[in-house]
């Protein structure tokens, strides 16, 4: 029998081994270059005068470190030759240099550091704005929590990257760069003995740095498959503490932590190796001239003050060598987090709105119709959730959908809301495809009470204005008064403005559904969808919310999904769905006389009534 609702896997509530990255990491494409980081570009052209301000800045102390070296050879070479005067202005001109520098390093800092906290925000409102608006058939390929990782820990690498490492890595390369051109003409014999180490240092940098990309992009998935357990285990965390799967569900954590562990170890130690080498050969070499230049000096060949320039400038060169080779490391993770992110970005949704959008008739007047509609749900290509459903409904016109589980009623809903597109068919709303319209267009004519209550972290009050954000604290009142909700939401400890707790904890199952229908009710919108709205009321409740849903019925379009027969027996009409199709169509009584697969479904639950008649 086919399904009416999407499917759900289980994950950190099966005793299910530690997920391997095959099953995600190697499903996307590996982190290959650095050049994965121009996929920065859009967001850092907004702000090109930050960024020319930021570089010159960096330029700046880049130049002013260079002049050191050349400041300290006058100061040396002063002491045998020069006038006390003359070397008192060297030293202040030293003074003035640092000065300059540290004006110029805080600058930068600034200007940096601003920069990487402005981009990022941008794209984390970016992947936000895009994943909240996927239709769930993305949620059934990718966890949650996968998500989240993304736009927490892969953004906060890319600060640290933009508002430290890009910066670092630009000055070492000025530095770099000027110190090897400075070196040239203080001595290029000298030099010359200091390129020999050039391509020593560049080998390891290379080869190493393809196996540390593979390892970066690895370690971030682990890290995001370990979000997504923990989110998923503690937003269970009741079912999971109820079937006493603790310890279970700790040990499938701790699995896939201890994978990410190992992953991150062996980022660790590649680029430990990597130090290590570039550093030794660095400064190796900066001895051996060091010596060489030494014997030069014996032989008057050069001065004392050219020879410490020199080995100044060999220093920062070795210096900015060695922290491009750890910076090469963080671009090569910061290359695999943009990957990750532009990924996001970059999803192509199963639902999409078109370019320009329809717009509803008269506002949305509540005519809807499903023309041989064929659906099945992503992850269950085989089996059909409807099959071949048509039916019509006219505006202001109250219509159930009944039938066992699994039959389709909820499934209406879904595509009804266009969280999914059919296979075959069309729907319309007002006689307009809802293929032909945007989403937020034909949504904002609807309300829905879901079968599970979604309840925010937030007070009573603000969980009912969710439906309509401008309405007036009144007008929440009037809704709740109608829901049946406002006797017991004022008898909370700060009444409407109590805070509900994260999916409403403080709340019993019956006050969540009531607070979903008041927010339903102040939505005020022509259709009104209610799927299995009144399954965890009480008697009284239920009547009070009955006789609230008559009373706005009279005036819209209303859909009702319910298994319980007394919330539809006063529906203008009934569908009875089976196995994804309508098997009966009529009113209650219609139904019950003509047999069927509602007449046992009344049989079962009115036994009594039908006994008296």
């Known amino acids: 029998m086919a399904a009416s609702g999407p499917p759900t896997t289980p994950r950190s509530g099966a005793s299910l081994p530690a997920p391997a990255p095959a099953s ?99 794209i984390r409102k970016a992947v936000f704005d895009r994943m909240i608006g996927m239709s769930p058939a993305f949620f059934e390929r990718i966890m949650t929590g996968e ?96 079937f006493t799967h603790e310890k279970p569900s700790a040990a499938q ?33 900066i001895v051996g001239v060091l010596w060489i230049g030494a014997r030069d000096v014996r032989a008057e060949a050069m001065s004392v003050g050219e020879l410490i320039q020199f080995l100044i400038y060999a220093i920062m060169v070795g210096g900015s060598v060695g922290a491009l080779s750890e910076i090469w490391g963080e671009l090569q993770r910061a290359s695999g987090a943009t990957e990750r992110l532009v990924e ?11 370019a320009e959008g329809r717009a509803l008739t008269q506002g949305g007047r509540g005519s809807i119709a499903f023309e ?43 595509l009804l809301l266009r969280f999914y597109d059919p296979g075959s068919g069309r729907i319309t709303l007002d006689g307009v495809p809802l293929t032909e319209m945007r989403r937020e267009t034909f949504r904002s004519a609807m309300a829905l009470v879901p079968q599970d209550p979604v309840i925010f972290a937030a007070s009573a009050r603000e969980n009912i ?15 709740a008064r109608a829901a049946a909700a406002h006797d017991f939401l004022v008898e909370l400890p700060q009444g409407y403005d109590t805070y509900v707790g994260e999916r409403g904890l403080m709340l019993s199952g019956g006050q969540k559904q009531r607070i979903a229908i008041a927010r339903a009710i102040l939505r005020d919108a022509p259709i009104l969808l209610l799927d299995e709205a009144t399954s965890a009321l009480d008697a009284e409740s239920e009547r009070l919310v009955q006789d609230a849903v008559a009373r706005l019925s009279e005036e819209r379009t209303t859909l009702i999904v319910a298994h319980r027969l007394a919330t539809v027996k006063q529906a203008d009409r009934i569908l009875v769905f089976e196995g994804g199709r309508i098997v009966a169509e009529g009113t209650h009584d219609s139904l019950v006389a003509e047999g069927g697969l509602y007449a046992r479904l009344a049989r079962l639950q009115f036994t009594e009534g039908l006994a008296a008649e």
Do not use: C
Request: glycine share 8%; net charge positive.
């Open 24 to 122: 995600a990491a190697e499903q996307r494409e590996k982190s290959r270059r650095i050049g994965s980081l121009k996929a920065l570009g859009p967001f850092l052209a907004p702000y090109k005068g930050l960024l020319a301000a930021a570089f010159g800045a960096l330029v700046l102390t880049a130049f002013v470190s260079l002049t050191i070296p050349l400041a300290v050879r006058r100061v040396v070479d002063g002491f045998e030759t020069s006038s006390v005067e003359l070397l008192d202005k060297y030293f202040l001109a030293l003074v003035v240099v640092a000065i300059i520098f540290a004006g110029g390093a805080a600058l930068r800092f600034y200007l940096v550091t601003r920069l990487g906290e402005r981009v990022v925000a941008d």
């Open 147 to 242: 998500v989240l990782s993304r736009i927490t820990t892969d953004t906060t690498l890319l600060l640290s990257v933009i508002s430290s490492s890009v910066s670092i890595a630009l000055r070492n390369l000025l530095i770099l760069l000027g110190g090897l051109v400075l070196m040239f003409f203080t001595s290029a014999k000298l030099s010359g003995a200091v390129l020999l180490i050039v391509p020593l240092v560049i080998v390891p940098i290379v080869l190493l740095g393809r196996r540390l990309r593979v390892l970066s992009r690895e370690s971030q998935d682990w890290i995001a498959e370990s979000s997504g357990n923990a989110s998923e285990a503690l937003l269970s965390v009741q079912t999971v503490q109820a």
């Open 253 to 285: 954590f701790d699995a896939v932590t201890e994978r990410s562990f190992d992953s991150a170890r062996k980022r660790i130690a590649t680029r430990a190796i990597m130090t290590i080498i570039v550093i030794s050969l660095v400064f190796t070499g």
């Open 344 to 354: 996001l970005l970059n999803t192509k949704d199963t639902v999409e709105d078109p």
């Open 372 to 414: 041989d509609v064929v659906f099945h749900y992503p992850t269950r290509p085989e089996s059909h959730a409807l099959g071949g459903v048509s039916f019509t409904i006219r505006p202001g016109e109250t219509v159930a959908l009944v039938g066992p589980s699994g039959a389709g009623k909820s499934t209406v809903f879904q």
């Open 465 to 479: 204005r969710f439906g309509r954000p401008d309405a007036t604290d009144a007008e929440v009142e009037a809704a």
